[in-house]
T-cell receptor, first 114, second 113 residues
Framework: QKEVEQNSGPLSVPEGAIASLNCTYSDRGSQSFFWYRQYSGKSPELIMF????GDKEDGRFTAQLNKASQYVSLLIRDSQPSDSATYLC??????????????FGKGTHLIIQP | DGGITQSPKYLFRKEGQNVTLSCEQNLNHDAMYWYRQDPGQGLRLIYYSQIVNDFQKGDIAEGYSVSREKKESFPLTVTSAQKNPTAFYLC????????????FGPGTRLTVT
């Protein structure tokens, strides 16, 4: 059974600080990794994906992947109140969008305090 | 505008009735997916399809059925055999190749009483 684990939170971070969200996965053969942001009552929105070990930066977001440790993280710099949401980690055993669907964690609830 | 549409946004049904949820995409994506989300839970895969006229069961397919007669459309039927149908249903699509991810529609919130 493929599993993706996230701390449910809530994770409370002051405005302007760095928010760090973590995710571990059980399937060592997983190839691609995704972070989604989900506001309450809304559908998930893709914000980052990463395939290779190391860091990938996009604006205020940085995704970090360590396949040896089966660990992926998302850093949000200069956190804003609008970043308050649930962040879902998703894992795919295939590269690309995922032929067989993604395995999702339950999400981390992030609160940015003004 | 390219995107994924789902209708209706809210749906109410009586127990014992079948109901069909619509999903349409104009992103020219080959693959489409249905997920279910329950409060405090992650998304769980119901069915997926990589090509027209072909689809595969996901982790929780019992009580659901799908069809894929057109590339753009992937409707989901929640049958009376589904024991706990009340949930937030999410449709997604993706390209099969290249760097990409799955993109979600706005969802349909189904309540069965």
């Amino acid at each position: 059974q493929k599993e993706v684990e996230q701390n449910s939170g809530p994770l409370s971070v002051p405005e302007g600080a760095i928010a760090s969200l973590n995710c571990t996965y059980s399937d060592r053969g997983s190839q691609s990794f995704f972070w989604y942001r989900q506001y309450s009552g809304k559908s998930p929105e893709l914000i980052m994906f990463i395939y290779s070990n190391g860091d990938k930066e996009d604006g205020r977001f940085t995704a970090q992947l360590n396949k040896a440790s089966q660990y992926v993280s998302l850093l949000i710099r200069d956190s804003q109140p609008s970043d308050s949401a649930t962040y879902l980690c998703a894992v795919n055993p295939y590269s690309g969008g995922g032929a067989d669907g993604l395995t999702f964690g339950k999400g981390t609830h992030l609160i940015i305090q003004p | 505008d390219g995107g994924i549409t789902q209708s209706p946004k809210y749906l109410f049904r009586k127990e014992g009735q079948n109901v069909t949820l619509s999903c349409e995409q104009n992103l020219n994506h080959d693959a489409m997916y249905w997920y279910r989300q329950d409060p405090g839970q992650g998304l769980r895969l119901i069915y997926y399809s990589q090509i027209v006229n072909d689809f595969q069961k996901g982790d929780i397919a019992e009580g659901y059925s799908v069809s894929r007669e057109k590339k753009e459309s992937f409707p989901l039927t929640v049958t009376s055999a589904q024991k706990n149908p009340t949930a937030f249903y999410l449709c997604a699509s993706s390209a099969l190749a290249g760097d990409s991810g799955q993109y979600f529609g706005p969802g349909t919130r189904l309540t069965v009483t």
